[in-house]
């Protein structure tokens, strides 16, 4: 059975790149390229659902929202 998941994908100040899965939780990784981090986070669903027996966390994933605060 072929499952859908939503990745938040980063980049963080030394350049790599950072994948996390909402639904799944603790489930990231990361990478210094784009095509080597959906590799990865590939693997890393699979390792997690492993883990978590297939139960996914009951959260649904809505979206993203930017917030811009003074400092």
Do not use: W
Request: hydrophobic share 40%.
């Amino acid at each position: 059975m072929k499952r859908q998941y939503n990745v938040i994908v980063e980049r963080d100040e030394d350049g790599y790149y950072v994948a996390t899965v909402p639904e799944l939780r603790g489930c990231h990784t990361q990478a210094r390229s784009l095509d080597t981090l959906m590799k990865r986070v590939r693997e890393a669903i699979a390792v997690c659902l492993e883990a978590q027996k297939g139960s996914p966390a009951a959260n649904e994933f809505i979206g993203i929202q930017r917030v811009m605060v003074e400092s």
